[in-house]
């Protein structure tokens, strides 16, 4: 019988904003727009930062990473959210929903711990300066690099895996504009307490832990601000510090609030909650992989004279 159920469900209906027509259409302009500024800054960002040497550095070749890992991201949701807000067609088959969930827990996973490695970075760079060239040699920032995509990757497999097994018994409408995790074992039919035991201990590996090494980071890195004695030099750790700041509060705000919170029980207000946990996803999912490259990167000044000397050669060849 449980098979029969579980083979029932062969594609999923993703509500999104099914019940606000004109709001599809304002949606559909402004995610279409963000997802152009995604692609061409996070792309202009890679570019640079392969070919021009100067950036051949840990902080960029992470910042490479997360420019990478967040045009993977947007690429594995944003075309079929916006194809679905035009054509009205909200059907996802079993399997694109269960690739499409891989792909978003895989890259959010990894993005928790680049994040956390791009702390240590600033750490070494700012609190032992003189070490910096040693501690964050190539084979280092390149292997924590690897442990970050591959972490995440696993973590990705197990969680889908876990989630795509349950039984749906015909219960297919995901009140959701993607195939998030915790949207689609709500639909499930039988007892999802390992699902929930799964996520809470990644919660802690991929959520907590890096976030401790980024607190415990900038302690020491204001501790070591604090005792400098140059004004300059405090401005100028300051802001290489503020960017990455910024990229964390607003990266780890969305998602403590779509996965750390507790599971309501309950069912009065459940499908206007749900919406705004959709919401809050789109902007995770859009908004933040859009500001990170401004933010982060785009603003700071060594990138720009990188990007007009890039542009520059180019245009020089042609």
């Known amino acids: 019988m449980d098979k029969m159920n579980q083979t029932f469900v062969k594609e999923f209906i993703l509500l999104g904003l099914a019940g606000h027509p004109k709001l599809e259409i304002i949606f559909f302009f402004l995610i279409l727009f963000m997802y152009l500024v995604i692609l061409i800054g996070n792309g202009i960002l890679i570019v640079t930062t392969i070919f021009d040497s100067r950036l051949h550095t840990p902080m960029y070749f992470f910042l490479g990473n997360l420019s990478f890992l967040d045009i993977c991201y947007t690429s594995s949701s944003v075309p079929s959210t916006l194809v679905s807000l035009i054509t009205k067609e909200r059907n996802i088959s079993f399997f694109g929903c269960a690739v499409q969930m891989f792909l978003g827990f895989a890259m959010g996973s990894t993005e928790c711990f680049l994040l956390g490695m791009m702390a240590f970075d600033r750490y070494v760079a700012i609190c032992n300066p003189l070490r910096y060239s ?47 995790i915790l949207a689609v074992i709500k639909l499930a039919c039988a007892d999802i307490s390992l699902n929930i035991t799964t996520l809470a201990v990644s919660n802690i590996v991929f959520l907590v832990l890096p976030l401790l090494v980024i607190f415990l980071s900038y302690m020491f890195i204001l501790h070591t601000i604090l005792r400098m004695k140059s004004a300059t030099g405090r401005r100028k750790a300051f802001s290489t510090c503020s960017a990455h700041l ?9 998602i403590f609030f779509m996965y ?22 789109v902007f995770y999912g859009v908004v933040t992989p859009m500001l990170n490259p401004i933010i982060y990167s785009l603003r700071n000044k060594d990138v720009k004279a990188a990007v007009k000397y890039v542009l520059g050669q180019k245009t020089l060849n042609q």
């Open 134 to 180: 040693i501690v964050m040699r190539k084979l280092v920032y390149m292997l924590m690099a690897s442990v970050s995509w591959l972490s995440g990757v696993i973590n990705s497999i197990v969680q889908t895996t876990l989630a795509m097994q349950l039984p749906f018994c015909g219960n297919s409408v995901i009140n959701h504009f993607l195939c998030e």
């Open 246 to 254: 910024t990229v964390v509060i607003i990266f780890y705000g969305t």
């Open 260 to 281: 750390a919170k507790p599971k309501s029980q309950d069912m009065m207000g459940e499908n206007r909650v749900q919406a705004s946990e959709g919401l809050i996803s």
